[in-house]
């Protein structure tokens, strides 16, 4: 079994930033990807963007050159850094981990809110 505890979210501005830390702990050993997810009120949940453990990243497009993954391995952490915040990125953001054995694990949810 795999923990995930996020850390992060709130309420900015249009244009700010913000940054989501997501820890693991328990079977750590067996985490491959690690990413972000978000669900918007009356949306499904969508990937935010992913990273694996060698380092190799993807990102949604409506992200791309705005958000930033990035994972530290020895602190068994991902980052999620979010820059040019939009009133369209207000969600709950949600920390991913998938297994070797392909098992996904899910945080409990951070709230984002970007005011207009």
């Known amino acids: 079994q795999v923990q995930l505890v996020e850390s992060g979210g709130g309420l900015v501005q249009a244009g700010g930033s913000l940054r989501l830390s997501c820890a693991a702990s328990g079977s750590i050993f067996s985490i491959n990807v690690m990413g972000w997810y978000r669900q918007a009120p009356g949306k499904q949940r969508e990937l935010v963007a992913t990273?694996?453990?060698?380092?190799?990243?993807n990102y949604a497009d409506s992200v791309k050159g705005r958000f930033t993954i990035s994972r530290d391995n020895a602190k068994n952490t991902v980052y999620l850094q979010m820059n040019s915040l939009k009133p369209e990125d207000t969600a709950v953001y949600y920390c991913?981990?998938?297994?070797?054995?392909?098992?996904?694990?899910w945080g409990q949810g951070t709230q984002v809110t970007v005011s207009s």
């Open positions: 990273v694996t453990r060698g380092g190799t990243t």
């Open positions: 991913n981990a998938q297994s070797i054995w392909l098992a996904d694990y």
